[in-house]
């Protein structure tokens, strides 16, 4: 991604929603959520609190937002994904390796939003299961093709595949370490492949 001056006057290089985005995951990781203060990530990002809500209007926009792009980039790819001719069980398997790759890339994230999610106001918790809803809801679409087409095992219920799936790919923050013995994509094809395999018609 390019660099821009600040729009501020700081000068400090990336553009200012950039900067607060960044400063805030790293501040929520380091002390959580509610033991960080709006003066805190302003300063951190060396811009005022006026541009913080000029951007955000709170610091819980900041955490809304902080999930909010991960997961409006996994929807896009499962969009994608979703989309092509090819066979379902390919499809299937490039899904379920895509969102786990997407989480660890991102793992900070996702750690601090469902380990603070609870503080969100009640309106933005409803956004976000919404959504997460309708990513799940494209996913398990996936599933049900499959079944249509006899490739996958009509005795399953899909809502019970995605949700022991997602289960474990929202687990990952609480054990993977990027510098441990397992790479990302080594993780996601495991995944991947224990999916297929549970789903698959014998």
Same mark, same amino acid.
């Given at each position: 991604?390019? &660099? ?127 959504? &997460? ?14 079944? &249509? ?54």
């Amino acid at each position: 991604m390019a &660099r821009s001056t600040s729009n501020d006057g700081t000068g400090t290089g990336a553009a200012v929603p950039e900067r607060l985005l960044a400063e805030a995951t790293r501040l929520f990781a380091e002390r959580g959520y509610d033991r960080t203060s709006v003066q805190e990530i302003v300063e951190a990002a060396g811009v005022t609190k006026g541009a913080l809500y000029h951007y955000f209007g709170s610091k819980d926009d900041l955490l809304h937002e902080i999930y909010g792009r991960v997961l409006r980039l996994q929807t896009e790819r499962l969009d994608v994904i979703a989309a092509r001719t090819t066979d379902v069980r390919d499809r299937l398997a490039e899904a379920a390796a895509d969102v786990v790759v997407t989480s660890i890339q991102n793992l900070d994230d996702t750690k601090i939003f469902f380990r603070s999610m609870h503080q969100l106001a009640p309106e933005k918790q409803k956004e976000v299961r919404a959504e &997460r809803r309708r990513y799940h809801e494209r996913f398990r679409a996936l599933i049900e093709e499959g079944q &249509r087409d006899g490739y996958f095992r009509p005795d399953l219920h899909p809502d019970l595949v995605v949700d022991f799936f997602f289960g474990s790919v929202h687990h990952l923050g609480t054990w993977y370490h990027a510098d441990g013995p397992l790479p990302a994509d080594a993780v996601a094809a495991e995944f991947s492949d224990l999916l297929l395999h549970s789903v698959r018609q014998p």
